[in-house]
């Protein structure tokens, strides 16, 4: 059963797509550089094939165990991209690297060789954005602005890997302008890169609290979950985390 009604998740995306617009217009942004990533933690199947209804395609998981049921379930549909956007575990990567076409969240060598060497031979190269910690929270998982450079030269090597872009998780700020300043210090480091010369398209920044900051500079895809889903539901694999 699904937890939400068509017409109420339908309401929640042509809200999103509203605000996605207005500030797309009022940055001089074109609202067509920027895709919408339904972030589906928590979610059930059904609701996903809602969403899918309503014309999403891209999904964004948080675990492993979660999404791997709804991969299988949702396979009927073959033009879903299904993005890692979690914590990456050792013991996971095989999994990631054989069920997910995106992984946004990568941020150690270790794991970024894993990837390389488990994904399938008869799939593309695993799309990656690497995670920077912009605000340099101690608590935060992501690289360091002055380590990007290093990582991102390391991590081309790897052929089965696709550097796409960067991802981050700003700490939020009820004040707009200050919203903006760890956006605006991703934003800097991808035209960095792509000075440097890597061929970069994606910026994945921008959640349902931050969206607009995040248009503001730059972003190329938001992960949008209670935005478009609701509330976050107690998820049932994991425990929540201690604050
Ligand atoms: C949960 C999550 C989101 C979505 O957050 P909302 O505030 O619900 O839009 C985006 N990115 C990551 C990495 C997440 O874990």
Redesign the pocket.
Known sequence: MPVLTQSQLHDNITQVRQTLSRAAQQFGRNSHEIQL?A?S?TRGVADIQLAIACGLLQF?E?YVQEALPKIQVLATFPDIVWHF??PIQSNKTRLIAENFQWV??LDSLKQAKRLHEQRPAHLPPLNICIQVNVSQEPQKSGILLNELVTFAQAISRYSRLQLRGL?T?PAYHEEFSLQRQPCHALYQAYQQLQMLGFQLDTLSMG???D?EAAIAEGTTML???????GE?LPSPFVKPEKV
């Open positions: 990533l972030v933690k964004g948080n956007i979690g946004h969240s991802m998780i959640m349902t609290d969206m992960r949008i979950g209670t935005g478009i889903f976050r």
